[in-house]
Antibody, heavy 117, light 109 residues
Framework: EVQLVESGGGLVQPGGSLRLSCVAS????????MDWIRQAPGKGLEWVAN????????YYPDSVGGRFTISRDNAKRSLYLQVNNLRDEDTAVYYC??????????WGQGTMVTVSS | EIVLTQSPGTLSLSPGERATLSCRAS???????LAWYQQKPGQIPRLLIY???SRATGTPDRFSGSGSGTDFTLTISRLEPEDFAVYYC??????????FGPGTKLDVK
């Protein structure tokens, strides 16, 4: 079964950091670009990071302002998102997503990040 | 920067009716780079359409996508009770690499 399972979310104070993880199964992980997409409570979808299959290319929207770093370990079939200097507006469910033909075809269940003092 | 606008914001229809959802881009988007998603309350998004008109695995054939350039449409030919949800369009481009529209909520009239 093709599956993505995220972990690492939680409650963090403004200015804090978290490392989100995602483990993939059921497909050739290294063959796909992977992404993180977030969704604030009651809001729409926002793409926040992309990494190529080999890990050599990484892209972010301007909105994350250098605070987010995406990485992967293909041997462990794992994707990561390091999020630093967290702000209230970073509160969201963070989804690990497989990219295929410029669309997102496999989604994890998400991990909730809450930024609050 | 490519911005996607979806209309209407909310669409109220009855089961059996035809639904037409619009996605407009601020700049031309390649048809290969436009996708549609469905999200039901409490669930994760699900890819419906990719490449503007290709149905993803498991997408019923009552869903169809069309359009080119800056104007794209998702059509549901005959609404089933399970189709009432929020629908998002998404583009792949250069800046930003990916972006989503704000969504159209399809609810029961």
């Amino acid at each position: 079964e093709v599956q993505l399972v995220e972990s690492g979310g939680g409650l963090v104070q403004p200015g804090g950091s978290l490392r989100l993880s995602c483990v993939a199964s059921g497909f050739s992980f290294s063959s796909y670009s992977m992404d993180w997409i977030r969704q604030a409570p009651g809001k729409g979808l926002e793409w926040v990071a992309n990494i190529g299959g080999s890990g050599s290319s990484r892209y972010y929207p301007d909105s994350v302002g250098g605070r987010f770093t995406i990485s992967r370990d293909n041997a462990k079939r794992s994707l990561y998102l390091q999020v630093n200097n967290l702000r209230d507006e970073d509160t969201a469910v963070y989804y690990c997503v497989r990219e295929n033909l410029w669309a997102f075809d496999i989604w994890g269940q998400g991990t909730m990040v809450t930024v609050s003092s | 920067e490519i911005v996607l606008t979806q209309s209407p914001g909310t669409l109220s229809l009855s089961p059996g009716e035809r639904a037409t959802l619009s996605c407009r881009a601020s700049q031309s988007v390649s048809s290969t780079n436009l996708a549609w998603y469905q999200q039901k309350p409490g669930q994760i998004p699900r890819l419906l359409i990719y490449g503007a008109s290709s149905r993803a695995t498991g997408t019923p054939d009552r869903f169809s996508g069309s359009g080119s350039g800056t104007d794209f449409t998702l059509t549901i030919s005959r609404l089933e009770p399970e189709d009432f949800a929020v629908y998002y369009c998404q583009q792949f481009g250069t800046s930003p690499l990916f972006s989503f529209g704000p969504g159209t909520k399809l609810d029961v009239k």
